[in-house]
């Protein structure tokens, strides 16, 4: 039987697609939207249209931002001939937490996965090697997660920037993170030490 109104189970499933909310998670967050007071339902409501409407991707890297470009890309105390290259925008915010990071950044989106069916042309590396013809970059810093995907990814963006004969150093964070981790939700302090110390890349 069904107990619940539409409306409710709607909210539920809407809910339960957001990464890391499962079933139960997704009725809790449901039941607490309906049973607060109606201030607060406006409140969100006002939020989310807000974020649909004034929230953009920027241009040049790829960060959600509310303008295009972003105050990172169009900042003059940032050096742009250092771009980290990271999976998503939670990844930029974590690192800038650290305030140990003074270049841009560049999001790809995702990273190279067979398995999910999601290859190079998915995500944003051909912008990526643009970034870095036009802004004359000496490093690339990669801030990806340290698993087989990150690993695959990195190789990838590696090789095709070797084959240019760009002079051009190559570092990762992986220093610090443990294989198989995740950039999101490492603390601080050992993100912040992965940073300080990124290794240069060998291949």
């Known amino acids: 039987m069904d107990i619940l109104p539409k409306s409710l189970e709607d909210l539920v499933k809407i809910l339960n697609e957001i990464p890391g909310i499962g079933p139960k998670t997704a009725e809790r967050i449901a039941f607490f939207i309906v049973v607060s007071k109606s201030d607060f339902i406006e409140k969100l409501l006002n939020s989310l249209s807000k974020v ?4 953009k991707v920027c241009s040049e890297c790829g960060m959600v931002s509310d303008s295009d470009p972003c105050k990172i890309c169009s900042s003059s105390d940032r050096d742009k001939q250092i771009i980290c290259v990271v999976e998503k925008p939670n ?3 974590v690192i800038e ?3 140990e990071f003074n270049g841009v950044y560049h999001v790809l989106g995702g990273v190279i996965s067979p398995i ?5 042309r998915d995500i944003s590396i051909d912008k990526l090697i643009s970034r870095i013809v036009s802004n004359n970059v000496k490093e690339l810093f990669f801030a990806l997660d340290p698993d087989a995907e990150g690993e695959t990814t990195l190789s990838f963006i590696v090789s095709i920037v070797r084959k ?7 570092t990762s964070i992986a220093k610090g993170i443990p294989m198989g981790g995740n950039i999101e939700y490492s603390d601080p302090f050992t993100l912040s030490k992965a940073i300080k110390s990124r290794s240069k890349i060998e291949y």
Do not use: A, H, R, Y
Request: aromatic share 4%; net charge negative; hydrophobic share 35%.
């Open 164 to 170: 240019m004969n760009i002079n051009l150093t190559f």
């Open 97 to 99: 937490k650290t305030e």
């Open 116 to 120: 999910e069916g999601i290859g190079p």
């Open 91 to 93: 990844d930029v915010l």
């Open 52 to 55: 649909k409407s004034e929230i």
